[in-house]
């Protein structure tokens, strides 16, 4: 025991007013998302389903509930089973002969359930669910410079969830070309014209605000298109994708509406639709829209905003950026990797049935429906996915780190050996979102990453860090400014707007004295005029994560060998008897209060 004279110290500075430490947060909120929004959503993507004559069965899934789980996580544990509760689903069956309905309670599976650890019992192993770093949907803009002429040649792409991607570029002799899955490249008017824009005057019509004078975009692409109505340009653009096929007007029409505007084969998510209207909601006659899917003022958006890059108006995107990465998380990826999957297979083993079962003779819908295909692909998951792994187990802090950790790889990443330079470096945006120390030591390096110790994720997956709001007063003797007790989470591509300057320069009453600051701004550092700032870092714990937070005096340390600590600080052995430090810089119990 230690002496009562041993008074503990904390050696580090108070910061008030900072937000609540949860770091189990996001693994809970988007399981519980999944299960309260995901699963009723992905059941209606589905519902009704038709029988392939589309003639004689009707089958709609309605409204579903999760039940009680039979087990205690305890109980899991020591009979080596899953810790899950069943899904039902209230169904209903029409004969479309006869105009009858039966409705029936199906049982669709067994759902894992999420422990208060934040982590799923599997086959009696505790386990957890990584989260993962993925490109955003949505349009991008880049740029790279022409080795022959010198000049900025600049580039659109339009991604979505799953469907064709789009990409627009801009060539060295003044054409703009359009890319339909990345193969054959071909006029972009000959693109707008199978969109049923097919005259010249109309076509320049459109972009008159942005592609006028001598060097005109649209003109110079005119005089390369061979084409002059839509029946052409479609023709055309099928013959470039499917080259050899034979061609009858009426399929080729179909295919080209489906590959973009059809909701079943084309999918830019409420992610992608945010990005668009965001980053073209000030290009002239662009309109934002709602829908999932692409409209023809998504791609004359895209290609204005693009003839503006050259013009020197707008802004290109960084890729690396957290601005344009976002976060997949439990939820996320257990719907559309695992449950998806299922629920599409399910469907066809329902038509297939329905198609086999005579119209007049009697029927029951629980055997039209196999719960197995949704089960097998839920186990398939959490067994053998690279995002699922055992949880580390090796004293609390490892728990923490191992459910916030952050990886490029896995089903829909990057593998390690395509992943460049660029995208294991560390970025401006991660300030305040990504620990910039902790890292695998290895070929993984700066592929796995953890979050920062405030970082939270907003609705859209984007992280965000906080900030104490700055306020301005002027008076007669000058100005004084001062960080307000109010906190606002700001994501990576509105941070850029504004210069944040570090929680070293406020005083304990929490006004700025020095005139002249360092700040950051766009990913720069500068030293500005106090008036100028707008937010303040709440702590300068908040750069880093929780091991790297447990490190005395970190900032002093060289980062390698910080980078080392946080390891070892996981790895280390709890104690049998385990004493409290005489002196501290940051309070342990706020950390593992989960787990105490």
């Excluded at 627009?168 to 990345?182: M, N, S």
């Excluded at 110790?453 to 003797?477: C, D, I, S, W």
Aim: charged share 25%; net charge neutral.
């Amino acid at each position: 025991m230690l002496k009562k004279d041993n008074i503990r110290q904390n050696w580090g500075k108070k910061y008030s007013g900072l937000p609540k430490l949860d770091l189990l947060a996001i693994q809970k909120r988007s399981y519980k998302w999944f299960q309260e929004h995901a699963i009723g959503d992905i059941l209606r993507e589905i519902s009704p389903i038709d029988d392939f004559t589309e003639k004689n069965w009707n089958l709609t899934l309605k409204d579903y509930r999760l039940g009680k789980a039979a087990i205690t996580p305890e109980a899991a544990v020591a009979k080596g089973v899953t810790f899950d509760a069943p899904l039902y689903v209230q169904t209903s069956l029409l004969n479309k002969k006869t105009g009858k309905s039966l409705s029936q309670e199906i049982f669709l599976g067994d759902i894992p359930q999420m422990t208060e650890r934040g982590t799923f019992i599997v086959n009696g192993i505790e386990r957890t669910v990584v989260n993962q770093l993925v490109r955003s949907p949505g349009v991008f803009f880049t740029a790279t410079v022409d080795t022959v002429t010198g000049k900025a040649l600049h580039s659109a792409e339009i991604r979505p969830i799953h469907g064709s991607w789009l990409e627009f570029a801009t060539t060295r002799h003044g054409v703009v070309t359009v890319k339909i899955d990345r193969r054959r490249k071909f006029p972009v008017t000959t693109f707008l014209r199978a969109l049923g824009v097919s005259s010249n005057e109309d076509i320049k019509a459109k972009f008159a605000s942005v592609d006028s004078g001598n060097d005109s975009f649209i003109e110079t692409t005119l005089a390369k298109d061979e084409t002059a109505t839509e029946t052409e340009a479609l023709i055309e653009i099928f013959k470039k994708m499917h080259p050899g096929e034979p061609i009858v007007l009426e399929k080729v029409r179909e295919n080209f509406q489906g590959l973009f505007f059809n909701n079943r084969r084309y999918d830019l998510g409420i992610v992608g639709r945010y990005k668009i209207n965001k980053k073209l909601g000030e290009t002239p006659g662009f309109f934002p829209s709602d829908g999932r899917v692409l409209t023809v003022d998504d791609i004359f958006g895209t290609i204005a905003y693009l003839i503006g890059l050259t013009k020197g108006v707008g802004v290109i995107d960084d890729i690396d950026s957290l601005a344009n990465r976002r976060i997949r998380s439990v939820g996320e990826l257990v719907a559309t990797t695992a449950f998806r999957v299922g629920i599409l297979r399910l469907e066809r083993s329902v038509k297939e049935r329905m198609t086999l079962i005579q119209p007049d003779v009697p029927v029951s819908i629980s055997n039209l429906i196999n719960a197995r295909p949704i089960m097998a692909a839920l186990n398939e998951f959490f067994r053998t996915s690279q995002l699922s792994t055992i949880l580390d187990q090796c004293n609390p802090l490892s728990e923490i780190d191992n459910l916030n950790r952050l990886t490029v790889m896995g089903t829909g990443g990057i593998s390690r050996e395509r992943a460049a330079f660029s995208i294991r470096d560390i970025n401006s945006s991660q300030y305040g979102r990504i620990c910039p120390i902790r890292s695998p030591e290895g070929p993984n390096i700066g592929l796995v990453n953890y979050l920062a110790l405030f970082a939270r994720v907003n609705e859209y997956g984007f992280l965000e860090t906080p900030y104490r709001k700055v306020t301005v007063e002027k008076n007669g003797k000058g100005t004084k400014v001062t960080a307000s007790d109010e906190i606002e989470y700001v994501s990576a591509d509105d941070e850029q707007r504004y210069y944040i300057t570090h929680a070293g320069m406020v005083t304990e009453e929490g006004v700025i004295e020095d005139d002249r600051v360092p700040a950051r701004y766009r990913g720069e550092f500068l030293e500005i005029e106090k008036e100028k700032i707008s937010y303040v870092d709440i702590t300068p714990l908040q750069v880093v994560g929780s091991a790297a937070s447990l490190i005395p005096f970190v900032a002093n340390d060289d980062a390698q060998r910080s980078l080392m600590g946080t390891h070892m600080q996981c790895q280390a052995v709890p104690l049998v008897h385990p004493h409290s430090p005489r002196y501290h810089l940051f309070s342990l119990s706020d950390l593992l209060q989960p787990w105490l």
